[in-house]
């Protein structure tokens, strides 16, 4: 079975653009979660669409926003860029359904903001 | 609010010994964990979870240990390879359905 992927690998960006990440889940899970990894913050969870709903939402301004499509992929935007926005995003799927649900990670997007 | 922590931000350990990873947490009520492994360069990988009904599970050359009293999980890597230097974060997964991760431990092995 496909791993989790993650598109594009690597994006450089300037202070107020807008970027859009995106994840494809392993086949047949209906969660994807999305994290930003920081050196500093450690992972930092931004939210998790399940279903094409989100369900639940980490603490993040509303420049972060996300959604998923019916074949369970997803896409994660960031909209007026800032320097701390540099981040590694990563997303995680897991089949969403019992309470010790596992995520399973995919590389990652490096985002730089110049 | 849900707090994971590491009692140590690095650790080295020479090949073929042992290593202890260890983890606190903080929210009584949450119901399964997970410890992860990050290379450089990679996301992190599933290496073993438990779910709070244990006390402890065994897999291949890790074990994980959990003690809810103290809210304290950690992870034992026997015979630690090269292979094995990586960060190891430890995630906690409460009622929410939600994953809260420490901020990780560094593991050195030195061949």
Same mark, same amino acid.
């Given at each position: 079975?496909?791993?989790v992927?993650q598109?594009p690998?690597?994006?450089?960006?300037?202070?107020?653009?807008?970027?859009?990440?995106?994840?494809s889940p392993i086949s047949?899970?209906?969660s994807?979660?999305?994290?930003?990894?920081?050196?500093?913050?450690?992972?930092?969870?931004?939210?998790?669409?399940?279903?094409?709903?989100?369900?639940?939402?980490?603490?993040?301004?509303?420049?972060?926003?996300?959604?998923?499509?019916s074949?369970?992929?997803?896409?994660?935007?960031v909209?007026?860029?800032?320097?701390?926005?540099?981040a590694?995003?990563?997303?995680?799927?897991?089949?969403?359904?019992?309470?010790?649900?596992?995520?399973?990670?995919?590389?990652g997007?490096?985002?730089?903001?110049? | 609010?849900?707090?994971?922590?590491?009692?140590?931000p690095?650790?080295?350990?020479?090949?073929?010994?042992?290593?202890?990873?260890?983890?606190?947490?903080?929210n009584?009520?949450? +119901?399964y964990f997970?410890?992860?492994?990050q &290379?450089?360069?990679k $996301?992190? #990988? %599933?290496?073993?979870?438990?779910?709070?009904?244990m006390?402890?599970?065994q897999?291949?050359r890790?074990?994980?240990?959990?003690?809810k009293?103290?809210?304290?999980?950690s992870?034992?890597?026997?015979?630690?390879?090269?292979? +094995?230097s990586?960060?190891?974060?430890?995630? &906690?997964?409460?009622? $929410?359905? #939600? %994953?809260?991760?420490?901020?990780?431990?560094?593991?050195?092995?030195?061949?």
């Amino acid at each position: 079975k496909a791993g989790v992927t993650q598109t594009p690998r690597y994006l450089i960006k300037t202070r107020g653009q807008q970027v859009t990440l995106s994840c494809s889940p392993i086949s047949g899970h209906r969660s994807v979660s999305w994290y930003q990894q920081t050196p500093g913050q450690g992972l930092q969870f931004l939210f998790e669409y399940f279903s094409e709903t989100q369900r639940n939402k980490g603490n993040f301004p509303g420049r972060f926003s996300g959604r998923q499509f019916s074949n369970s992929r997803s896409e994660m935007n960031v909209s007026t860029l800032e320097l701390g926005d540099s981040a590694l995003y990563l997303c995680a799927s897991s089949t969403g359904d019992t309470s010790t649900d596992t995520q399973y990670f995919g590389p990652g997007t490096r985002l730089t903001v110049l | 609010g849900e707090s994971v922590g590491l009692h140590l931000p690095t650790l080295s350990v020479q090949e073929g010994d042992n290593s202890i990873i260890n983890c606190a947490y903080s929210n009584s009520a949450s +119901d399964y964990f997970i410890w992860y492994k990050q &290379e450089s360069g990679k $996301g992190p #990988q %599933f290496i073993i979870d438990i779910r709070s009904n244990m006390d402890k599970r065994q897999g291949q050359r890790v074990t994980v240990l959990l003690n809810k009293t103290v809210k304290h999980l950690s992870l034992q890597i026997a015979a630690t390879q090269p292979g +094995d230097s990586a960060v190891y974060f430890c995630a &906690e997964k409460n009622t $929410g359905n #939600q %994953f809260y991760f420490g901020t990780g431990t560094s593991l050195t092995v030195i061949p």
